[in-house]
Each structure stands twice: as structure tokens, then as C-alpha cells.
């Protein structure tokens, strides 16, 4: 995967610069914040904002990557192979109630296994139905921290190509959401952003002033959302555009006043 380091005034130059060096769209990459952007004083120690900008991989796997899922005796349907039916016909579509069929299931545990071996891991994955309509892919082996990556942003690109390329030739729909994780990381990560929404509520409940958190993808910034909403008084707001966008906890009825030295929490 392409990857360069890039500077900017702030970040959001920073991403721009990097987009147009790389010359795609922005969410055909993922972005880490190597640092932010720092004034100096009266001049001096002045230092601009630097990212590390990896273009994410092709939502289409690559032929040698199909070839070698035929491989195991499936036959082809269009694009991606499918499972064969069952001795009561059954297919790749949930079950009635939501639940996962096991050739569903199976077809993307298969896919995400040959995904990570030739991202050169020595992962193995099992699959779990949890307690929602999702069904979980769990990583497990002595690389999984590559898998997860900074803050599950690997992780994150992972789940999305496993489940744009599993449902390809399905209707909207029609298959459950492949949730992939590793080590309890999601558990983990779910569990800290509860905590830091909360002491950020307790904050603003105190002073009465804003605050804001650094950008984060939309998964994160659900469950900050979720967890807001159990104070009263307080509304929560992204703002930003693409995938990364900064939120903002603040007392309800100040939504449109712009909040002046609102502190930036750091997660």
C-alpha cells in the first residue's frame, strides 16, 4: 500500500496536500496524525502539522486473490464465489430474524483468512453471531496489532473491504454486517469512548463550556453520540467534512453559537 508523510498549516491542509500527492479521493486513504500544528513563541518553535497518509486497498481483490478462493472447490457464480447451496437449497442470505446463513458466513470468513495472508499475517478467523443482526469475524494470532493498526484505522479498512466485497452481487440488504475484530479491541475501544464521553459531560456540566474531541470516523463518533444523549441538557455535534470529523459537547441551546477556546480533548 502507497504510504507518504506530508506537512501542512494544520491538519485538515495536511490531508489536502497529501490527497493531492496521492492523487485519489479522500476516503481511499487513511490518515494518522503523526502531530499537530503548534504556534511557537514570539516566532520561534514554530512547527507545522504532519500525517502519515496510506491509500487503503482496492475494493475489488485482485484475480490472483479469486483465483485462489476457487481454490477450495467452490464454484463461481458472478464475481466473488459463492457457496453452494445446501441439501435444502439454502442460500447466501440472512435467515428469517436476521441471522446469518452459515454459507454467508463461511464465504466471508474465508475471504477475510486469504485477505490477511497475503497481507503477509499468520491470522486465523472465527465467526460468531453476537447478540444484533451482525455477525463477528474475530482475529487471532501473534500479528494481530498490525491488523488493528493506529486506533482500528487497519482494522476499520479491513471490515469495509470484507463487507463490500462478501456482498457485491447481493441485494442492499440481504446479507448481515461483518463486524471484524481482534483481541476484544472493539469491546475496548467502545468502552474508553464511553468513559471519556462521560467525564467530558461532567466537564461541560461544570464549566458550562464546550469542548471539543479530535476528528474520528463515524463508528466513534456513534458511540460518543449514544452516550451524550444520556445527559440531560447536553447535545453533542459533528462538524468537518469526510470520514474524520471533530465532535462537540456543549449545554443544549447553544448549537449555533461558535464556541470561543473550547478545549480539544485528545483520545
Same mark, same amino acid.
Given at each position: 500500500?502507497?504510504?507518504?508523510e506530508?506537512?501542512g498549516?494544520?491538519?485538515?491542509?495536511?490531508?489536502?496536500?497529501?490527497?493531492r500527492? *496521492?492523487?485519489v479521493?479522500r476516503?481511499? /486513504?487513511?490518515v494518522?496524525?503523526?502531530?499537530g500544528?503548534?504556534r511557537? *513563541? *514570539?516566532?520561534?518553535?514554530?512547527?507545522?502539522a504532519?500525517i502519515?497518509?496510506?491509500v487503503?486497498?482496492?475494493?475489488?481483490?485482485?484475480r490472483?486473490a479469486?483465483? %485462489?478462493?476457487?481454490s %477450495?472447490?467452490?464454484p463461481? $457464480?458472478?464475481?466473488w464465489? %459463492?457457496a453452494? =447451496?445446501?441439501?435444502?437449497?439454502a442460500?447466501?442470505?440472512?435467515?428469517?430474524?436476521g441471522?446469518a446463513?452459515?454459507a454467508?458466513?463461511?464465504r %466471508?470468513?474465508r475471504?477475510l483468512e $486469504?485477505? *490477511?495472508?497475503?497481507l503477509g499475517?499468520g491470522?486465523?478467523v472465527?465467526?460468531?453471531?453476537?447478540?444484533?443482526e451482525?455477525v463477528?469475524? @474475530?482475529?487471532?494470532g501473534?500479528?494481530t496489532?498490525l /491488523?488493528?493498526?493506529?486506533?482500528g484505522?487497519?482494522l476499520d479498512a479491513?471490515e469495509?473491504v470484507?463487507?463490500r466485497v462478501?456482498?457485491?452481487d447481493?441485494e442492499?440488504g440481504?446479507?448481515?454486517?461483518?463486524?471484524?475484530d481482534?483481541?476484544?479491541?472493539?469491546?475496548?475501544?467502545?468502552?474508553?469512548?464511553?468513559d471519556?464521553?462521560?467525564?467530558?459531560c461532567?466537564k461541560v456540566?461544570?464549566?458550562?463550556?464546550?469542548? @471539543?474531541?479530535n476528528?474520528?470516523?463515524?463508528?466513534?463518533r456513534?458511540?460518543?453520540?449514544?452516550?451524550?444523549r444520556q445527559?440531560?441538557?447536553?447535545?453533542?455535534?459533528?462538524h468537518?467534512?469526510?470520514?474524520?470529523?471533530a465532535?462537540?459537547?456543549l =449545554?443544549q441551546?447553544r448549537?449555533r453559537?461558535?464556541?470561543?477556546g473550547?478545549?480539544?480533548?485528545?483520545?
Open positions: 500500500m502507497r504510504s507518504i506530508v506537512e498549516d494544520d491538519i485538515d491542509q495536511a490531508i489536502g496536500n497529501a490527497l500527492a *496521492l492523487g479521493e476516503d481511499r /486513504v487513511q494518522e496524525i503523526l502531530s500544528a503548534t511557537g *513563541l *514570539l516566532g520561534f518553535g514554530k512547527r507545522k504532519r502519515r497518509a496510506t487503503r486497498l482496492p475494493l475489488r481483490v485482485s490472483d479469486t483465483e %485462489a478462493a476457487d %477450495a472447490s467452490v463461481r $457464480e458472478t464475481g464465489p %459463492a453452494p =447451496p445446501d441439501a435444502a437449497g442460500t447466501d442470505r440472512a435467515e428469517p430474524g441471522r446463513s452459515s454467508a458466513t463461511a %466471508a470468513a475471504f $486469504e485477505l *490477511l495472508t497475503r499475517t491470522c486465523t472465527s465467526a460468531d453471531q453476537d447478540d444484533t451482525s463477528v469475524l @474475530t482475529v487471532r501473534p500479528e496489532a /491488523v488493528i493498526g493506529r486506533r484505522q487497519t479491513i469495509y470484507v463487507n462478501v456482498s457485491r447481493e442492499p440481504a446479507l448481515p454486517r461483518f463486524i471484524v481482534a483481541e476484544g479491541y472493539r469491546a475496548r475501544r467502545r468502552a474508553y469512548l464511553e471519556l464521553a462521560a467525564r467530558l461532567e456540566e461544570r464549566t458550562g463550556r464546550p469542548v @471539543t474531541l476528528p474520528m470516523p463515524p463508528r466513534d456513534r458511540i460518543v453520540h449514544l452516550a451524550v445527559h440531560a441538557g447536553l447535545v453533542s455535534r459533528s468537518g467534512e469526510g470520514h474524520l470529523r465532535m462537540m459537547i =449545554p441551546g448549537e453559537r461558535s464556541p470561543r473550547s478545549g480539544r480533548a485528545v483520545y
